[in-house]
């Protein structure tokens, strides 16, 4: 047995003509935890579907090498019983099942073909063990569960195939901090249980915590693999492996803009859970913009910013919604999405695909979308000459990469979506605009763009509000920054005095006096 | 992810080539094609018959009710839905007419829109459900399938009225004036003439357009062979118009209908909203479309050509009878699919569901003339939307 557990050589994948692999090597020492990193579309998925059996033997050259074997995977079952076991950004659980039939799911303990429901329940109760779940009912359905903990089912399920290489794709994308710091320890323990894991992550300090190794891939190739200890493991160091160059400020530097009045008021803004009028979600928000200013709305998930962006916005989130909201020194009631966009308010969601965009329309339907009524109409009749040419200007304006604005949205990298969504809101003509995770799950040189984008904004005079649960970001970005903690503001900082410590600060404090 | 270069198919620098080429799309033909070859396949087989000029004009008459619900059913295929309760709807729609003209001796205008009324009303009670109260229209429309054979044998008392007056079955069976050079009819060979024109200015003018922005266009010879083939059939339509008596009012009507609704789908902020609606509902919400308001409408607008066609049926058959209409809406919804529609929304055109509509028409003619046993039409027509439908998916596919 050599000195790796798993060995890639020479891995070359072509999707008609091009090639999305192309000679890659990777080598995992047993019990370590190797990270994979690179852009968008480097080809890190692509890499890990081959290993699995995604993409099966004889559509990929090259060998894959896994405890001194050489594997031919046609499946993902080939690969499962070798006990490689990938679980993808996407969560594969079925909603309405509970915890025990999902853990099993396509692995049912069987007597005589028929289900073991005492086994299933029992083997269910170890496993969530194994994965700090020891509080929950295995009869829960799944959907009763937060989304982090539904990220420790799938492991809790891939154990349950007794795994001994777990290749997680993006495993912390939807979770905050807490769960994210959660799900790292458990890597941690497992692997001083001794299982190998290969993490895909984009979020680079997650990377050098936890990894012994990285392994950075660009445009199909591997660049070079970074050894805990002997390598430099910072950031910096990464991203420069990922790019292929120094990129000494990930966020454009804010020009002076000049601060003009408050154009964005909300004060006393109260907002009740949808489903259960007596349960307040935000309570006494008092929040205000400048024209020109960049403001952040930090704080962890589940603090209420999403819910307060979408109460605001056409009252899409709550009832029983109080308080006075001014745009330009005007109180507005803004009890539909037409009126906030008619009033000069932008949303842009943090789920591009499910809020943001028609993924089978192009990219002109998708940017032309919301402010269609107001700028690309006459009488009810679509200017389509109009929005041919602004279209196309705003794919130039915010470089969106393809050549023709009649291509589908479904079918842009993540970045280029954004983009879209961004032009989609631009296009509205608004004054406020509230960006909501603007740059999640994509790559540092769009997010480059998309702050760029945020700093013209601001230049051209709009108050910007941006969420974001990435305080690097809210500290890159923003003049000054309210800190929402369950449903209060639990702080305004601006300037210098934005650091992540005191935006945790303000929340432990926040908690403090909740408990007290 | 690394696959999305594949994409795109044509990767031309964006500045340097003035006009990209682009070949026309097969697919978004494709159903023209079947539809000319169904037509042929069954000349061959019926020795003609099919060719002759009753029976184009019959192609129109036994039709034209489809084609009107094929209208409305696209919009509601669109949303992701469809509409089961059109069947009885029209039934009930041209028995309500047919009793005020027979029973109560009202006029044909009052009769038409009572008939149009009625329509509207279903619509309504359906789109209020499927909007305000959020019932799967499924569910609804299976009601008022139920319901409206139910209120349709009530109101006609389980009989035939009939038969209609001249000026109410005129829609169905009358024809425009006729000039008669040689025994064909000018005017229709006029009528030909001006689509035609109309044809290869409308493609100049999107050719201009095009050309404008910058945007691809497809090579000459393909446009020129694509019109020459539509031009083509439409002076071969209206040579046997011509030649029998001359252009029927029901092709005017039609012609009206799908001219309106066209317009509607492709150039109207109205018609954007219906497609992003079907495209993603969540998105429509934030981006300030009332979407309950676009689904109401939706259903309202069936209700509506509901009433259309069931003026159109009885007067065709110069009666109301209680079982009219029967299976009407499956023939609705299988032209949607056939002419490209999505089950799942958001895709689908006017057009696409009118050569659907046709190609449904053209089988059961022709197999009618074929002689083929009723229940072997039934088999082939399933074939026919299952074949069709499958063709698509598998296409769309493989490019993904």
């Known amino acids: 047995m050599s000195e790796y557990i798993l060995e890639m050589n020479h891995i070359t994948k072509e999707f008609s003509g091009v090639k999305a692999l192309d000679d890659v090597n990777l080598k995992v020492r047993p019990g370590e935890i190797m990270a994979i990193c690179?852009?968008?579309?480097?080809?890190?998925?692509?890499?890990?579907?081959?290993?699995?059996?995604?993409?099966?033997?004889?559509?990929?050259?090259?060998?894959?090498v896994y405890r001194g074997e050489v594997c031919k995977f046609h499946s993902i079952r080939d690969s499962e019983a070798k006990g490689i076991v990938i679980i993808h950004q996407e969560l594969a659980l079925s909603p309405f099942l509970s915890i025990a039939e999902n853990v099993f799911l396509g692995n049912e303990r069987k007597k005589n073909g028929v289900i073991d429901w005492t086994a299933t329940r029992r083997e269910a109760q170890t496993l969530l063990d194994r994965v700090g779940l020891e509080g929950e009912n295995v009869n829960t359905p799944v959907n009763a569960l937060g989304v982090g903990k539904q990220q420790l089912i799938e492991i809790a399920k891939a154990l349950g195939k007794k795994a001994d290489l777990?290749?997680?794709?993006?495993?912390?994308?939807?979770?905050?901090?807490?769960?994210?710091?959660?799900?790292?320890?458990?890597?941690?323990?497992?692997?001083?249980?001794?299982?190998?894991?290969?993490?895909?992550?984009?979020?680079?300090?997650?990377?050098?915590?936890?990894?012994?190794?990285?392994?950075?891939?660009?445009?199909?190739?591997?660049?070079?693999?970074?050894?805990?200890?002997?390598?430099?493991?910072?950031?910096?160091?990464?991203?420069?492996?990922?790019?292929?160059?120094?990129?000494?400020?990930?966020?454009?530097?804010?020009?002076?803009?000049?601060?003009?009045?408050?154009?964005?008021?909300?004060?006393?803004?109260?907002?009740?859970?949808?489903?259960?009028?007596?349960?307040?979600?935000?309570?006494?928000?008092?929040?205000?913009?400048?024209?020109?200013?960049?403001?952040?709305?930090?704080?962890l998930m589940g603090a209420g910013r999403t819910e307060l962006a979408m109460s605001l916005f056409g009252h899409s989130y709550g009832q029983k919604i109080s308080g006075s909201l001014?745009?330009?020194?005007?109180?507005?009631?803004?009890?539909?999405?037409?009126?906030?966009?008619?009033?000069?308010?932008?949303?842009?969601?943090?789920?591009?695909?499910?809020?943001?965009?028609?993924?089978?329309?192009s990219i002109k339907f998708n940017m032309t979308l919301a402010a269609l009524h107001s700028f690309f109409s006459n009488k009810g009749v679509v200017d389509q000459q109009k929005e041919a040419v602004k279209a196309e200007e705003y794919r130039h304006l915010i470089n969106v990469k393809t050549n023709t604005v009649e291509q589908p949205v479904g079918s842009l990298s993540g970045g280029n979506q954004q983009k879209v969504v961004l032009a989609k809101w631009m296009l509205t003509e608004p004054d406020v605009l509230i960006l909501d995770e603007p740059t999640r799950g994509i790559d540092v040189g769009a997010k480059y763009e998309i702050y760029c984008v945020i700093n013209d904004l601001a230049k051209a005079g709009k108050a910007v509000i941006v969420i974001s649960s990435e305080m690097p970001e809210i500290i890159g970005t923003c003049d000054r920054t309210y800190v929402l903690n369950e449903g209060e503001i639990a702080g305004e900082l601006s300037g210098d005095e934005i650091t992540q410590e005191a935006i945790m600060g303000c929340i432990m404090a926040h908690n403090r006096k909740g408990d007290a | 992810m690394s696959n999305n270069a594949t994409k795109v198919p044509t990767s031309a620098p964006a500045a340097a080539a003035p006009v990209?080429?682009?070949n026309l799309s097969m697919k978004q033909y494709g159903m023209v094609l079947a539809l000319i070859a169904v037509y042929v396949i069954f000349a061959v087989m019926t020795g003609g018959k099919n060719l002759t000029p009753i029976n184009v004009?019959?192609?129109?008459?036994?039709n034209g009710y489809v084609i009107i619900l094929a209208v409305g059913m696209l919009l509601c295929v669109l949303t992701g839905n469809v509409d089961l309760g059109v069947g009885s709807v029209v039934a009930t729609c041209g028995a309500v007419a047919g009793t005020l003209?027979?029973?109560?001796?009202?006029?044909?205008?009052?009769?038409?829109?009572?008939?149009?009324?009625?329509?509207?009303?279903?619509?309504?009670?359906?789109?209020?459900?499927?909007?305000?109260?959020?019932?799967?229209?499924?569910?609804?429309?299976?009601?008022?399938?139920?319901?409206?054979?139910?209120?349709?044998?009530?109101?006609?008392?389980?009989?035939?009225?009939?038969?209609?007056?001249?000026?109410?079955?005129w829609i169905s069976t009358g024809f425009l004036p006729t000039i008669r050079v040689g025994g064909v009819d000018m005017i229709s060979?006029?009528?030909?003439?001006?689509?035609?024109?109309?044809?290869?200015?409308?493609?100049?003018?999107?050719?201009?357009?095009?050309?404008?922005?910058?945007?691809?266009?497809?090579?000459?010879?393909?446009?020129?062979?694509?019109?020459?083939?539509?031009?083509?059939?439409?002076?071969?339509?209206?040579?046997?118009?011509?030649?029998y008596n001359g252009v029927p009012v029901l092709l005017i009507l039609l012609a009206v209908v799908v001219g309106i609704y066209h317009f509607l789908t492709t150039q109207t902020v109205a018609g954007r909203q219906i497609y992003a609606m079907g495209g993603n509902a969540k998105a429509a919400r934030l981006s300030g479309i009332n979407t309950e308001k676009v689904f109401f409408w939706v259903y309202a607008n069936m209700g509506l050509l509901c009433g259309l066609a069931g003026i159109v049926l009885s007067a065709r058959n110069a009666s109301a009878t209680p079982k009219a209409g029967d299976g009407f809406e499956m023939d609705a919804i299988a032209s949607c699919y056939i002419g490209g529609a999505a089950t799942s929304g958001g895709i689908g055109t006017i057009i696409g569901a009118v050569v659907g509509a046709l190609i449904m028409g053209v089988l059961n003619n022709g197999m009618s003339l074929a002689g083929f046993d009723t229940n072997v039409q039934k088999i082939v027509k399933g074939a026919v939307l299952l074949g069709a439908v499958t063709v698509d998916l598998l296409s769309k596919r493989k490019k993904g």
């Open chain 1, 326 to 361: 001014k745009i330009n020194g005007k109180e507005v009631n803004l009890n539909s999405v037409r009126k906030a966009i008619d009033n000069k308010l932008a949303y842009v969601s943090e789920d591009r695909k499910t809020y943001g965009l028609v993924l089978i329309d």
């Open chain 2, 101 to 169: 003209i027979v029973d109560f001796g009202m006029s044909t205008p009052i009769a038409m829109i009572a008939s149009l009324a009625v329509g509207l009303i279903f619509g309504v009670f359906v789109g209020f459900f499927v909007s305000k109260l959020a019932i799967p229209p499924f569910i609804v429309t299976l009601a008022t399938m139920l319901m409206g054979r139910g209120i349709c044998y009530v109101v006609l008392a389980s009989q035939t009225k009939g038969p209609l007056p001249a000026d109410y079955t």
């Open chain 2, 20 to 22: 990209k080429k682009v």
């Open chain 1, 166 to 299: 777990l290749i997680l794709d993006e495993p912390t994308a939807a979770l905050n901090d807490r769960e994210s710091a959660q799900l790292l320890e458990l890597m941690l323990q497992l692997k001083a249980q001794g299982m190998t894991c290969i993490i895909i992550s984009h979020k680079l300090n997650e990377i050098s915590y936890v990894a012994d190794s990285i392994t950075i891939i660009r445009d199909g190739h591997t660049i070079e693999t970074l050894q805990k200890g002997v390598d430099d493991f910072s950031e910096e160091r990464i991203i420069k492996g990922m790019v292929g160059r120094e990129l000494t400020n990930r966020y454009p530097k804010r020009e002076d803009c000049p601060i003009g009045d408050v154009i964005f008021e909300l004060k006393d803004w109260n907002v009740f859970h949808p489903d259960d009028a007596h349960r307040e979600i935000l309570k006494n928000i008092n929040i205000q913009v400048r024209a020109g200013e960049v403001v952040g709305l930090a704080g």
């Open chain 2, 189 to 243: 060979v006029i009528i030909g003439i001006v689509v035609s024109v109309f044809i290869v200015l409308s493609e100049l003018r999107s050719i201009a357009t095009a050309k404008k922005h910058g945007l691809p266009i497809a090579p000459t010879w393909q446009l020129i062979v694509k019109d020459a083939i539509i031009i083509g059939i439409v002076m071969f339509f209206f040579y046997k118009l011509g030649a």
């Open chain 1, 38 to 64: 690179g852009e968008n579309g480097a080809g890190k998925s692509t890499l890990m579907n081959v290993l699995s059996g995604v993409y099966p033997y004889g559509e990929y050259t090259g060998d894959i």
């Open chain 2, 57 to 62: 004009n019959n192609l129109i008459m036994q």
